[in-house]
C-alpha cells in the first residue's frame, strides 16, 4: 500500500487525477479498511489521497 502511494507521488502530477483514479479508489478502500480494523494508515498514503482528491471517504 505504500509503496503504490510512494510511486503515485513521484511519477504523476496534480492534475494526473483522472489517470490514476482506479489506484487512488484502491488505495482509499485499503484505508478504509485499515481504519475500520484500528489501524494506522501510513502517511504516505494519507498525504497521497489528500493531494490527488482530499480527505479519506
Not at 488505495?27 to 494508515?41: I, M, S
Request: net charge negative; aromatic share 6%; proline share 2%.
Amino acid at each position: 500500500m505504500a509503496d503504490l502511494a510512494v510511486e503515485l507521488d513521484l511519477h504523476y502530477e496534480d492534475g494526473d487525477r483522472a489517470a490514476i483514479q482506479d489506484s487512488l479508489d484502491k488505495l482509499a478502500t485499503a484505508a478504509n479498511v485499515l481504519n475500520a480494523n484500528g489501524l494506522k494508515v501510513p502517511d504516505v498514503c494519507t498525504h497521497v489521497q489528500e493531494r490527488f482528491q482530499g480527505t479519506w471517504q
